[in-house]
């Protein structure tokens, strides 16, 4: 339950597009996260984004590599992913 008291949506799942796009249908009314996960050559990248309503025709999420740099690698010595 959220801090109000009300019952939280169940969440839903859904595999994107070859482009990355994907849809959900059938949210009632009111204001939704957002989150998208995935895993490109053994890095998990992921994102969110807050204040989703159902009706407006896109909304972007912006995945970042939540992975360390690995010890030694070229990007630990760039100072990046």
């Avoid at 490109?40 to 999420?61: C, I």
Wanted: hydrophobic share 20%; net charge neutral; charged share 30%.
């Amino acid at each position: 339950r959220d801090p109000s008291g009300n019952r939280l949506p169940s969440p839903r799942q859904t595999v994107s597009a070859e482009d990355g796009t994907f849809g959900v249908e059938g949210l009632a009314d009111g204001t939704y996260t957002i989150q998208a996960h995935d895993l490109r050559n053994g890095r998990t990248f992921s994102g969110q984004t807050r204040g989703a309503q159902p009706g407006r025709d896109t909304w972007e999420v912006v995945l970042r590599d939540e992975d360390p740099a690995r010890p030694g690698s070229r990007a630990e010595k760039r100072g990046g992913p």
